[in-house]
């Protein structure tokens, strides 16, 4: 008590304009602009950040399901695009130059799985002889890996290892579907029929791969 009237006498003493304020306000001038700061701003309290921070979860909760799906969606229109313009130029190529072109799904090596599985890639050569695999090195047109998404599986149909062209642009034997998968459902497919032309499908609903 004693010491802050004597405080008070002190600054009353070096402000003589302001001699006449009451004590309290002599106080709050004393203790300068740091502790009007203070009384000014009280910062964010641990409930409010917990707020925001909760607002700020549901957020990314309802719209990660939404990002997931366009990524799939993005994934799935590359390997159908890129499935279909090396099986159309597979087609330009027998009937340009007049020899029977294969594609098939590729085993890394420069040869044919034989499983249907065209996850990894796939490969496309000048067939002459009709034995369904590259004689040579040059036969070779294209050794392509597949770049999609580990999650996502290539396969054909059964029996339908190989897409063989004739140099008029057909493919003998029955239709040929590729069928793009994520676990065990069928996200699209590539349909090739017996002239050639292949076309994309998307399932309506669930279809097992």
Not at 83 to 93: E, Q, V
Not at 123 to 137: A, S
Not at 174 to 191: A, F, P, Y
Request: proline fraction near 6%.
């Amino acid at each position: 008590m004693y010491r802050m009237q004597a405080i008070i006498e002190v600054w009353r003493a070096a402000n003589p304009i302001g001699a006449q304020l009451t004590a309290p306000q002599i106080a709050r001038s004393a203790a300068g602009p740091h502790h009007r700061a203070r009384i000014g701003s009280q910062g964010v309290t641990l409930i409010e950040a917990m707020v925001v921070v909760s607002v700020a979860a549901i957020g990314v909760a309802m719209g990660l399901p939404s990002y997931n799906g366009f990524l799939e969606r993005q994934r799935l229109s590359s390997a159908m695009h890129l499935l279909t313009a090396h099986i159309a130029t597979a087609r330009s190529t027998a009937i340009s130059y007049r020899i029977p072109t294969v594609v098939c799904p590729s085993n890394g090596a420069g040869a044919c799985r034989k499983d249907g599985n065209w996850s990894q890639g796939w490969l496309m050569f000048f067939d002459k002889d009709g034995n369904r695999k590259p004689d040579l090195p040059q036969d070779v047109l294209r050794d392509e890996n597949a770049p999609i998404h580990p999650t996502l599986r290539i396969v054909s149909s059964a029996g339908r290892p190989q897409l063989r062209y004739q140099p008029d642009g057909r493919s003998g034997g029955s239709n040929i579907t590729i069928r793009i998968c994520r676990e065990d459902r069928v996200l699209g497919k590539v349909i090739v029929n017996n002239f050639g032309r292949a076309r994309t499908e998307r399932p309506a609903g669930r279809e097992a791969c």
